[in-house]
């Protein structure tokens, strides 16, 4: 489907132990190797998962088993969790990588797992929900992404939020930041490098950097995506570069934090060049198809029979 083999990464950057290094810029033979790639892992979560993700230490196969029971998980599916602070775009995020307009939450509003997922400024995301895509014969259709409530909020304190939301049993975990990280986010990280729960820090609404740096620099709006790929690159690098800095500083106190990856995305232009399909919006896209590629790769290594 369009929105999983759509590839719009601009650039690649590994977080590591000594900096970030930049992997390449994208081209024309990039691009379709990327799609190449993609369709391959797609062909691969067509299909039911094996097993399930490896227990954390002190753990049990019967314990995953039974969290699963309680939040209604089924390990036949690959189950990506989106974590994070309220506001910070996990449900918007969700719905763009399903290519799925956002909606708010009325009183009318009902959970389905093959519709949009609620957004909103305030609280809207009060319960562990899991969001899939439309049977159709390019689905991915053994994925599910889980909407888990923001952490920090009256219902879901930081003390025990890993713990009560289970989020050891995903095979992947998603911390969802608009550049961020504080206690909260903190503890999770810690949390889930003690569990052994792959877990990569996603970077949300770059657009919004992107586009004010295009401001200060051109002072219009009609820009062409070549004016725009440096400043892409630039938002990438610096984000990046903050986040490295700021884990390695925190290391000291939060020993078991363990992050090999930082994505760039956008949910909104994601969303907007899959109708588009402009090299502008392509670039500001950031690198939402490229993260869903990784998570996949991820998860497939975590399972076992």
């Known amino acids: 489907m369009p929105a999983v083999i759509a590839a719009v990464a601009v650039i690649a950057l590994t977080v590591t132990v000594a900096g970030p290094v930049l992997i390449a810029a994208a081209n024309g033979d990039t691009v379709v190797n990327m799609l190449d790639c993609i ?14 993700p490896k227990p954390p230490p002190g753990r049990s196969k019967k314990d995953m088993k039974k969290a699963a029971q309680e939040l209604g998980l089924k390990y036949k599916y690959y189950n990506f969790g989106f974590c994070g602070p309220q506001g910070a775009g996990k449900s918007s995020l969700i719905n763009s990588l ?6 708010e939450k009325t009183q009318d509003w009902n959970h389905d797992i093959f519709n949009a997922a609620p957004t909103g400024e305030t609280e809207t995301t009060t319960r562990l929900n899991q969001y899939g895509w439309r049977k159709d014969d390019e689905a991915p259709r053994y994925l599910r992404l ?7 909020t009256i219902g879901n304190r930081i003390q025990n939020y890993f713990n009560d939301n289970h989020l050891y ?6 911390m969802i930041t608009q550049g961020i990280l504080g206690e909260y986010e903190l503890r999770i990280l810690n949390e889930a490098g003690a569990c052994n ?9 770059s657009e919004l950097k992107a586009e004010s740096k295009a401001r200060c620099r051109y002072d219009r709006k009609d820009m062409s995506a070549t004016e725009y790929q440096p400043i892409v690159e630039d938002t990438i690098n610096e984000a990046k570069q903050h986040m490295l800095d700021t884990i390695n ?21 994601f969303r907007d060049f899959l109708k ?12 939402t198809s490229e993260l869903l590629s990784y998570l996949v790769a991820e998860a497939k290594n975590k399972r076992v029979a």
């Open 39 to 52: 369709k391959k892992l797609i062909q691969q979560i067509r299909e039911r998962a094996p097993g399930m």
């Open 98 to 103: 399903r290519d799925l307009p956002n909606v």
């Open 146 to 152: 889980w909407d888990i409530p923001g952490c920090g």
């Open 169 to 174: 049993v995903f095979d992947c975990l998603l």
């Open 197 to 205: 729960t792959p877990i990569v820090i996603v970077l949300s609404k």
């Open 249 to 269: 500083k925190a290391q000291a106190s939060y020993k078991s934090i363990k992050i090999s990856r930082v994505f760039v995305v956008s949910a909104v232009k």
């Open 276 to 287: 588009t399909h402009t090299e502008t919006d392509a670039l500001l896209a950031f690198e």
